[in-house]
């Protein structure tokens, strides 16, 4: 399945209460896009209902309050619709450790298991765009010129920030000579060493 295009994925951020489900974190929203061939055919967002307060912290950092998560639907119940969004796509995250973690904390609640693998378009960054100053998502849509809308920290314009990041960096292969990578290759650009990277992109052009 890693086969399939790399242009055909769904890109998904979270907000959480914190760094670890393993240490009671839930979701607090989600927002994701779903690509195929490199055009955006849907998206999905949503406030969650996480059943405790979020701290002063987290209620800054991102603009949710507990006010507005107070009337959001469970997350169990938000969840549960956007696994039948995600269907069995694989998965596109900016740092995808993190929010794998969350996706499968709150879906091992509900008892569904999902077909798709990750690729973290963090670390495929580091790889493919080695002269950016950090590989923090907001720093790379500055550093690449990609048109946003100034807003981070909000689930939906992350996973769209981080959708165009994922098709840049596509064009940019294109450009290399390595046309219509496959999600697997994406993920083994992610695994190789910086030094091995141009080696790999020569002989996926041969």
Known sequence: MPSSPANSVIVLDFETTGLSPNMGDRAIEIGAVKLIDGEVVETFQQ?????????????????????????????????AQFAEFMGNAHLVAHNASFDKRFLDAELERLNIRYAGQFACSMLIARRLIQDAPTHKLGDLVRYKRIDNDGVFHRALADAEMTAKLWLVMLEELEQKGVSNPSFGFMQTVSKTSKGAVGGLLARARV
Do not use: D, K
């Open 47 to 79: 406030l969650m209902n996480p059943g405790c307060r979020v701290s002063s912290f987290i209620e800054s950092y991102t603009g949710i309050t507990n006010n507005m998560l107070r009337t959001a639907p469970s997350c169990e119940e938000v969840m």
